[in-house]
């Protein structure tokens, strides 16, 4: 249950001010009595309060270690904006990671350049880009009018220069803050730009934003105009590293379904789209659609739609060729409109969450002045445009629904099953209502934290970690941040709830409580926690408590997954250790490592479960800076019904012959 404002400034206040709420007010009665009685003595001795104040004092981490020198002229420091960008690059790409999570910043550095061809294209300039990944360096060729050769440098280095601050030579780009670019180049150790215009170029090579090399001339070989970019991630900065070519492409992918008319080249692929968002929305889920897949292009706004049998909604949201995971209020307003749309088509007053359940869209708009609330541009701020949106998208779809009544009346029948759905769960939610009394102050086995999704930034880390029984828990509790880390233990292993209906949830306390603990009975848009963190055993017990989990958010609330909310927690399968060091291993080859490296005494222990695992070492296994976390991503929507139907349906004898064939020899017990 959601706390309320109120109810968080009591408990702050409860917190802050508990020496008060402890102390007695004494009045001169009392006074004049104590006199009378034997004074007060401490437990503690004077001296040993000392001692332990001076060790405190030693291990703080921020205790200065000099004399601070004197405050002149020559302490005035300039840090230029490339060398910032490398000293602050999470307040420029979001987050670095290794490349296994789509938003990695590898991926945001070749995302930047590609938008400044994809810009290109957009202005009329070039129909085709070039990219290819070899040994971790990237080259991407556009065909476009090329940067003008004299400000090469300058608009590959100095911050706030560049053309897109000019509406007449770029109207609708992403890229409007001239950092995306400079941020390429301070962030990799080898960086190259040419540009090519009418028969001359510019080439200039930069190595961690300084540069190393220019030159300019005409050229010998005429090529066409455009840009060629080249450049390595810098691995003081994002450690090892690698591509994974699923990412690259799927983004390539994007690009293509957002600018009809453009083609890609990558590995020997052209990834180009004829239809735009209804491309997109075919890859995704044609095989589930109830209905043909519907669409809409306007010069500013375009967006295809359809709906499946699935529980719950499902966006693909951009800005300007830029997919804003976390929408926006380009995608409120769709919303809105969509709604209005289907009401004014039928004559009817459908409510909201029967008239969307079960939806995917993907929307796009062309914004001239994009506001986005964070340098990652993953949300839009703009509020000028709703009227807008809103308008245009009830009459696209207004028209749409005219042209199509066959579909227009299987949107009809889904809306209506929706709505049917909705009346048989609200029934059972009030055979459930004495049980939500009960809990709705306090939700059995959830270790709450401070602070919440709704509490802005101070929410913005907070996670709740799904754990397997009473014995992991214990472990976690002793060693969370109870700031920001909430815990839900379950019993064991929870129900299986593949083909299940929506209204079994209520049926089954133990899932019943954690969709109660998340906030996310009425809409996954209300969501407690910025992270939802499963965290079971490394054995099959775990895993099968995995699958379980993921089989509930998947069938029930799918959107949680796509939206990238869902992770899975790694913890180490091994301890090595010797008498000076301890290294935890994640793998039998980083076992296998740690033991050479540590020599022949050292002591190998196998962690079975997390229960095994102490608080005091548990702590850096759930600490934001150095625990290990895989996303839970889908590939495409219409690839989740099957995959839930073979591991988790009742073909039991396909299963078993599937796990027979794909057993390891050599199983690690």
């Known amino acids: ?196 215009r009418d028969g001359n170029f510019t080439d200039a090579i930069f190595s961690k934003g300084r540069l190393i090399s220019q030159k300019s001339g005409a050229l010998k070989n005429m090529q066409a105009n455009g840009t060629y970019f080249e450049f390595q991630p810098d691995e003081e900065i994002f450690g090892k590293y690698s591509f994974n070519l699923e990412f690259v492409e799927k983004r390539l992918w994007n690009y293509a379904y957002l600018n009809t008319g453009l083609t890609i080249r990558f590995g020997g692929r052209d990834f180009t789209s004829e239809n735009g968002l209804l491309d997109l929305l075919k890859s995704e889920i044609e095989s589930e659609s109830i209905y043909k897949i519907g669409s809409y292009r306007g010069e500013h706004l375009q967006f295809a739609f359809t709906h499946t049998n699935a529980y719950g909604e499902n966006y693909f949201s951009f800005v300007n060729g830029q997919y804003t995971s976390d929408g926006g209020t380009h995608l409120s307003a769709f919303k809105e409109g969509f709604l209005k749309g289907v009401n004014d088509f039928f004559h009817e007053n459908y409510k909201s969450e029967d008239v969307r359940d079960g939806i995917t869209a993907a929307v796009l708009v062309k914004v001239k002045d994009p506001i986005f609330e964070s340098q990652t541009k993953n949300k839009l701020g703009n509020t000028d445009i709703r009227a807008w949106i809103v308008a245009e998208t009830q009459s696209g779809l207004d028209d749409w629904l005219h042209k199509n009544p066959k579909e227009a009346e299987l949107l009809k029948q889904k809306i209506e099953a929706n709505e049917k759905l909705r009346t048989e769960l609200n029934s059972v939610k009030k055979e459930a209502k004495e049980a939500a009394k009960k809990i709705s102050l306090k939700i059995p086995k959830l270790k709450d934290c401070r602070f919440h999704l709704e509490d802005g930034e101070k929410g913005a880390q907070s996670m709740i970690f799904v754990t397997e029984g009473d014995s992991a828990t214990g472990s976690m509790i002793g060693s969370r941040d109870p700031a920001f880390q909430a815990i839900f233990s379950l019993r064991g292993k929870p129900e299986n709830m593949y083909g299940k209906k929506q209204s079994d949830i209520y049926k089954n306390e133990e899932l019943y409580n954690l969709m109660m603990a998340l906030g996310i009975e009425q809409d996954t848009s209300l969501l407690r926690y910025s992270k939802i963190v499963i965290a079971t055993d490394a054995d099959n017990d775990g895993f099968h408590i995995r699958n379980l989990v993921l089989t509930f958010f998947l069938g029930y609330f799918e959107e949680l997954v796509t939206s990238g909310r869902v992770w899975i927690l790694e913890t180490p399968l091994f301890r090595a250790r010797n008498k000076k060091d301890t290294i935890y291993c994640y793998s039998e080859a980083e076992r296998d490592k740690a033991v050479k490296k540590l020599g022949a005494g050292a002591e190998v222990t196998r962690f079975k479960g997390l229960g095994e695992i102490s608080p005091h070492e548990f702590r850096q296994f759930i600490d934001p800076k150095t625990m290990h976390l895989t996303p839970v991503e889908v590939q495409a929507l219409k690839n989740v019904p099957p995959l839930l139907a073979f591991y988790m349906g009742k073909n039991t004898p396909e299963r078993r012959d599937f796990i027979v064939h794909h057993l390891k020899e050599d199983i690690d017990a």
């Open 1 to 196: 249950m959601k706390k309320t404002k109120e109810s968080k400034d009591e408990q702050e206040s409860e917190s802050e001010f508990l020496a008060w709420k402890k102390a007695k007010t004494i009045d001169k009665k009392s006074a004049d009595k104590s006199k009378k009685e034997e004074s007060f003595v401490p437990g503690v001795s004077e001296k040993q309060t000392a001692e332990n104040l001076a060790k405190a004092r030693a291990i703080d981490p921020f205790k200065s270690k000099k004399a601070a020198a004197e405050y002149t002229d020559a302490q005035i420091q300039h840090l230029d904006a490339l060398s910032h960008i490398r000293l602050r690059s999470g307040m420029y790409i979001g987050r670095l990671g290794d490349g296994s999570n789509q938003n990695d910043g590898i991926y945001i550095l070749l995302k930047e350049i590609i938008d400044n061809s994809v810009d290109e294209f957009i202005m009329g300039f070039g129909n085709r880009i070039d990219v290819s990944i070899e040994n971790n360096i990237v080259s991407v060729r556009d065909f476009g009018r090329g940067i003008p050769l004299s400000k090469v440098v300058e608009c590959v280095s100095e911050i706030n220069t560049g053309a897109k601050y000019n509406d007449d030579v770029f109207q609708f780009s992403v890229g409007m803050n001239g950092v995306g670019t400079k941020a390429v180049n301070a962030l990799s150790s080898h960086f190259r730009v040419v540009s090519v």
